[in-house]
């Protein structure tokens, strides 16, 4: 039973830290009312990179070298 508790431990702490670290790198961001009002003429705000159609942004306040990656808009 605790082999598989700390295994599942594991397992879900990997997924997470995937997902925090190197979500914005393959988790998809579609185009949706936002984009023709409140984000019309800002897609640096909602895409990453700017990129409209590209993946969503990573809402850290700096990169993990400490440029500003979400402050700037924030």
Not at 25 to 32: G, K, N, R, T, V
Not at 38 to 66: D, E, P, Q
């Amino acid at each position: 039973m605790t082999k598989h508790i700390v295994g599942q431990a594991v397992f879900q702490l990997t997924v997470l830290i995937i997902f925090v670290f190197f979500g914005e790198l393959f988790i998809p961001e579609y185009s949706d009312s936002y984009d023709t009002t409140i984000f019309s003429g800002k897609a640096s705000y909602k895409w990453h990179n700017g990129v409209v159609g590209g993946t969503i942004r990573s809402g850290r306040l700096n990169n993990i070298t400490g440029d500003d990656d979400y402050s700037s808009i924030l």
